[in-house]
């Protein structure tokens, strides 16, 4: 049975760091993403990684202050998260698919979402 379990999210300041994890079980997987969304909002792109760290791909809203990593050995995808910001209040959610894309239709597997909230 394959599971994705978040974890990490909270309630920081503006320009606080946060870092989310996401556990892999079940299976291995070539390509694992994290998307977001928030209250009202469709749910969008923010970053994505192969197996092997060399292919990345980051949402512009997060370019430069997000940095998405994969341990494959433990089937783990990290989103570390620097100077947040109130515009990246979002419940986040892990991903894990083929095809590492931008694309929501590309994840077969996805995890129930941890909350991350950036408010002074």
């Known amino acids: 049975q394959v599971q994705l379990v978040e974890s990490g999210g909270g309630l920081v300041q503006p320009g606080a760091s946060l870092k989310l994890s996401c556990v892999a079980s079940?299976?291995?997987?070539?390509?694992m993403g994290w998307f977001r969304q928030a209250p009202g909002k469709e749910r969008e792109f923010v970053a994505t990684s192969n197996w092997n760290n060399i292919m990345k791909t980051y949402a512009d809203s997060v370019k430069g202050r997000f940095t998405i990593s994969r341990d494959a050995t433990k089937n783990i995808s990290y989103l570390q998260m620097n100077s947040l910001k109130p515009e990246d209040t979002a419940v986040y959610s892990c991903?894990?698919?083929?095809?590492?894309?931008?694309?929501?239709?590309?994840?077969?597997?996805w995890g129930q979402g941890t909350q991350v909230t950036v408010s002074s």
């Open positions: 991903a894990a698919g083929r095809l590492s894309t931008t694309r929501i239709s590309d994840y077969d597997y």
């Open positions: 079940g299976r291995t997987f070539y390509a």
